[in-house]
């Protein structure tokens, strides 16, 4: 399975971006997909989550500002972020959990850089 990221990019304090990810190749059944971040010096964290029955999961801080969505028959996630703000600085990377014979995998995007200026 492959993941592919894109929308990334500069924007201004208060302003907003849109990311999407698009899963291909080897999908028997993606479960749940999501987008982490990791800003420099810092651990991975998740972002938001999203199952495919439309279940979703928000990091504190970015509830009420990010919004995640999927379109199961293309297995694609999105994030629309809205109201970013410097300390949302990092490259973001999305996930999907796939469900295969041998049970769950998890995958990863290359990442894309979201870069929030002050």
């Known amino acids: 399975v492959q993941l592919q990221a894109s929308g990334g990019g500069l924007v201004q304090a208060g302003g907003s971006l849109r990311l999407s990810c698009a899963a291909s190749?080897?999908?028997?059944?993606?479960?749940?997909m999501g987008w982490y971040r990791q800003a420099p010096g810092k651990q991975r964290e998740l972002v938001a989550s999203?199952?495919?029955?439309?279940?979703?999961n928000y990091a504190d801080s970015v509830k009420g500002r990010f919004t995640i969505s999927r379109h199961n028959a293309k297995n694609t996630v999105y994030l629309q972020m809205n109201s970013l703000m410097p300390e949302d600085t990092a490259v973001y990377y999305c996930?999907?959990?796939?469900?295969?014979?041998?049970?769950?995998?998890?995958?990863w995007g290359q990442g894309t850089l979201v870069t929030v200026s002050s």
């Open positions: 996930n999907a959990e796939n469900i295969e014979k041998l049970g769950r995998v998890n995958y």
């Open positions: 190749g080897s999908i028997f059944f993606i479960n749940i």
């Open positions: 999203i199952a495919r029955g439309g279940n979703t």
